[in-house]
């Protein structure tokens, strides 16, 4: 996976790490986020783009980070349908944006789900509507 935007530098990184997600910041620095952290996991779809980067606080920032969106309209829009963009929040505070593969999204999904947290939601769409945990 690689970070597209977020509290580290695009680009960098992102490992599963037994029950950790590893963040390599520099050659021999990393950084670790525990799954059972993470209070925020969303799926971006072109449907919840616009309301996961205003929840997160990336509505302004977001179109700086990202440009117009346009790299996150090309992940989504076309080219290999297999990729995701996943916004992640963690207990105190740290958020990301990543690109990852749809593995890497099912590892984040079974990860997080049973995670105690009241106001994450899990959002994608689906053929059999709408996937929001503890419903």
Do not use: H
């Not at 290999?80 to 690109?99: F, Q, T, Y």
């Amino acid at each position: 996976m690689k970070v597209l935007a977020g509290d580290y530098k695009k680009d960098c990184g992102i490992l599963f790490a037994g029950d950790k997600l590893q963040i390599q910041k520099s050659t021999f620095s990393f950084d670790y986020i525990k799954l059972s952290d993470i209070v925020n996991f969303q799926i971006v779809t072109e449907e919840n783009k616009a309301s996961i980067l205003g929840k997160v606080g990336w509505g302004a920032v977001g179109v700086i980070a990202l440009g117009p969106l346009g790299l996150l309209a090309g992940v989504l829009g076309g080219g290999n349908k297999r990729e995701r963009v996943m916004a992640i929040e963690s207990r105190d505070g740290r958020k990301l944006l990543l690109k990852g593969n749809s593995k890497d999204a099912e590892k984040l999904t079974a990860a997080t789900f049973n995670n105690d947290r009241a106001e994450a939601k899990l959002i994608e769409g689906s053929a059999q509507g709408r996937i929001e945990p503890g419903l």
